[in-house]
């Protein structure tokens, strides 16, 4: 985020830069609210571009074995360009890397989620999928296994058809 901040407030430098010597080339004919304007506009243009790019430069950086399974796009009515163009503001990957089977219960899936969000730390939580019963239940106090592998008291809720991130966990 402090980099970001940096970033936009460089940017507006820049700008204002360039402005300035539009200025000076120009014998000094252009008005004085140039420098201003064009400062705002680039700080407001970085901040656009670092919105629109967080994204991508958050999923390539995903290890292997992480694999991004829903994203949320968002519009605002304060942002008027993402009425036209939405941009990602949180996503949720599964780690398929690590994600275990019980021999005794092969429907069922223990795999760890990951919620990424724009201005907001990275959360886990274990779930455990049962893929024929299109439900999962999240393991994050903690669970009790019995000896033959089947979690108790665990708290399943329904999931929809499709839902690409038990389709993820399933075909794996």
Same mark, same amino acid.
């Given at each position: !985020? ?5 970033? =936009? ?15 000076? &080339? ?6 004085? %609210?140039? &420098? ?6 680039? !700080?407001?243009?970085?901040?656009? /571009?670092?919105? *629109? =790019? ?21 519009? /605002? ?9 939405? *941009? ?21 899936? #223990?795999?760890?989620? *990951?919620?990424?969000?724009? %201005? ?6 274990? !779930? ?7 439900? /999962?239940?999240? #393991? ?33």
């Amino acid at each position: !985020m402090f980099i970001e901040l940096i970033a =936009t407030v460089f940017a507006g430098i820049a700008c204002a830069g360039v402005a300035m010597l539009l200025n000076i &080339m120009t014998g000094r004919r252009l008005p004085k %609210w140039v &420098m201003p304007v064009a400062a705002g506009a680039g !700080m407001i243009g970085m901040t656009i /571009s670092n919105e *629109y =790019t967080w994204f991508a430069r958050t999923a390539e950086r995903l290890p292997e074995g992480v694999e991004i399974a829903k994203t949320v796009e968002e519009q /605002s009515w304060w942002r008027p360009w993402t009425q036209a163009w939405p *941009y990602t503001k949180r996503f949720i990957a599964v780690d398929i890397a690590t994600a275990r089977k019980n021999e005794n219960l092969p429907e069922q899936r #223990l795999a760890d989620l *990951y919620f990424f969000g724009r %201005w907001a730390p990275v959360n886990q939580a274990p !779930m455990l999928f049962d893929c024929a019963g299109a439900r /999962s239940a999240v #393991l994050i106090d903690g669970a009790d296994f019995a000896d033959d592998g089947t979690v108790q008291d665990a708290d399943w809720q329904a999931v929809p058809p499709g839902d690409p991130i038990l389709q993820l966990v399933c075909e794996t």
